[in-house]
């Protein structure tokens, strides 16, 4: 790693849970009080990797690369922005959330796949 350039040593092509108490202040309190909430767990807690995964389908973070201008930002630029310049409700994002952990928590309950033999 000590060969990378200094640019992409800490470089994400995805949201991560880490980013997620950047997002606070963006909207509502609502919002405020769900990203306090969220912040706190730990990343492999269901509802951090589920609001992971609604902010990479609403930031179509799997379509970015690292020569982008979204990459170049960073995720955690492009996330605010993503956030900010939504131009639904907060109840529109809430509801992508609880959808989106509805999917983790099916994905969590399906039985592990059998080995390869």
């Not at 959808?99 to 928590?105: D, I, Q």
Request: with cysteine.
């Amino acid at each position: 790693m000590s060969d990378l350039p200094q640019v992409y040593r800490h470089y994400d092509l995805l949201f991560t849970p880490r980013l997620i108490s950047k997002l606070r202040n963006l909207r509502g309190e609502q919002w405020a009080e769900l990203i306090d909430q969220l912040a706190t767990l730990p990343e492999t807690h269901p509802d951090a990797l589920a609001f992971s995964m609604m902010m990479i389908k609403l930031g179509n973070c799997l379509s970015c690369d690292m020569d982008s201008y979204r990459a170049q930002r960073g995720c955690s630029v492009c996330s605010q922005h993503t956030v900010a310049s939504f131009k639904g409700s907060d109840n529109q994002l809430f509801r992508r959330y609880q959808t989106a952990k509805k999917v983790v928590a099916q994905h969590l309950n399906e039985p592990a796949l059998p080995k390869a033999a």
